[in-house]
């Protein structure tokens, strides 16, 4: 039946989008548009353009600083002849021309250091917002999952509330001809009304699953949203799988791993670092400066603007060594910490590492039981399709009662549900086993 109702759905939605000019959107569309319009990933990238912007700042630390500097000023009254150094009552101007770099030798390797931290802090983020992506990307799966549901539940409810309408019928027709008592007219519309309830239902939860989809994808809730009808089986996987073969691959591959790693590495830099700051700090400062003067007096004889500047002229070097005597237990206890940092971010990877084995072993029987569920369910509803065809013969002859009709009914509809449930079941957990073997969800094959 399932197949059947397919078929049908596919037909009516194709001739829904030509009528109305709506598109459908399969799984991978709704997954992209999640991804380009959800906040947390916008967040997440202007948050690495920080760590852009903090990994360009680590490699200019390399180079030394340069500074110019112009200045001019004017006093007035008593004040210092710029020519004789002693006191005249003349205003005068002054005007200076600088530049100055310096660059640190050696800082206990903390430039170089940074630098590293700067990097691993760059593609740590990568691995963040990869992070961020694969679970948008599963809760949109799951959503649209729970959408084709609903969607098919629903079709499958309106096709046994008409078959209900059809029996209810030809029930009242048989009860006007004497075959049928009023009794079984009763029953026949007490379940074309438990028909009418499922229909009611399913579609409820259709609409409720729409709008959870809507949610996970960061998509207009005013805006009408049609996902394809189509349910198709994903490959099926190998009878064997190596799960050791996967854990060594999702080691290697997983975000949240890689992140961990990059948390260690972090943390043996800041503690390296700390380390190396109990040792003295060399630095060198070099410097050229020159100025002009002038006083406000028409019996002073200014020296030409070009020639101050050579003959006033002034160059320096320095060599600066910093050494550290006493700052109290901070730096000691700075190593401590990140000591102790480093200590917990092996204990996270080691833990993280550990939760990863055992999600892997869930997820591969989590899929190999789902297969044997579809399996079964596939073999179910062909038996109870072949038993209800029988049934509906049985019961337009005479030869059943309604209740009897009923269960018949009732087992059919359950079978394509469990169907159903097991086919979406499988494509969810086998879309997991894949992540785990380094395929993101985005990337996955349908």
């Known amino acids: ?71 001019a000023n004017v006093n007035f009254g008593r004040s210092i002849d710029p020519e004789t150094n002693t006191y005249i009552n003349y205003s005068n101007f002054n005007n200076s021309y600088s530049i100055s770099t310096g660059y640190t030798i050696f800082n ?52 046994q509330k008409e078959e209900a309408d059809r029996n209810l019928y030809l029930t009242k027709r048989q009860e006007e001809q004497g075959v049928k008592g009023y009794a079984e007219v009763a029953d026949m519309e007490a379940a074309f009304a438990e028909k009418d309830y499922n229909l009611t239902k399913m579609q409820n939860s259709y609409a409720n699953a729409i709008s959870v989809l809507k949610e996970k994808m960061s998509y207009p809730y005013s805006d009408t949203l049609i996902v394809e009808k189509e349910i198709t089986l994903r490959a099926v996987k190998e009878d064997y799988i190596d799960t050791y073969d996967i854990i ?6 997983l975000p949240s791993l890689i992140k961990a790693r990059g948390d260690i590495e972090n943390a043996r830099l800041r503690l390296r670092t700390s380390r190396w700051q109990i040792l003295p700090s060399l630095s060198a400062y070099a410097g050229y400066s020159t100025d002009y003067a002038t006083v406000f007096d028409n019996s002073y004889t200014t020296i030409p603007f070009l020639e101050q500047l050579e003959q006033r002229q002034g160059e320096y070097i320095q060599l600066q060594l910093n050494i550290p005597i006493f700052y109290g237990l901070n730096r000691h206890s700075n190593i401590r910490k990140n000591k102790n940092a480093l200590h917990i971010a092996e204990y996270d990877y080691e833990k993280n590492r550990k939760e990863m084995e055992i999600n892997v072993e869930i997820a591969v029987q989590d899929m190999q039981n789902a297969l044997k569920s579809l399996i079964y369910a596939d073999k179910r509803v062909k038996a109870q399709q072949k038993a209800h065809n029988l049934n509906i ?9 309604a209740i009897e009709y009923q269960t018949s009914s009732n087992n059919i509809m359950s079978a394509e549900a469990e169907y159903l449930n097991a086919l979406l079941q499988y494509n969810l957990k086998s879309r997991i086993v894949d992540y785990y073997k380094g395929i993101s969800y985005i990337n996955q094959e349908n």
């Open 393 to 401: 013969r049985r019961y337009e002859q005479g030869l059943i009662s």
């Open 248 to 253: 060594a691959r999702a080691e290697l591959t």
């Open 108 to 159: 206990g390797f903390n430039t170089v250091n940074n630098y590293k931290i700067a990097k691993n802090a760059k593609l740590m983020g990568v691995s963040e917002a990869q992070i961020i992506e694969d679970e948008i990307c599963l809760a949109v799966i799951q959503a649209y999952y729970n959408v084709l549901y609903y969607q098919e539940m629903s079709a499958l409810a309106q096709q």
């Open 1 to 71: 039946m399932i197949r059947k109702t397919l078929i049908t759905t596919i037909i009516a939605i194709a001739i829904t989008t030509m009528v109305s000019g709506q598109e459908t959107w399969d799984l991978e569309r709704c997954m992209l548009y999640a991804l380009e319009n959800t906040p947390d990933i916008k967040k997440k990238i202007a948050e690495n353009d920080n760590l852009s912007v903090e990994y360009r700042d680590a490699i200019m630390d390399f180079l030394p600083e340069i500074e110019g500097g112009i200045g």
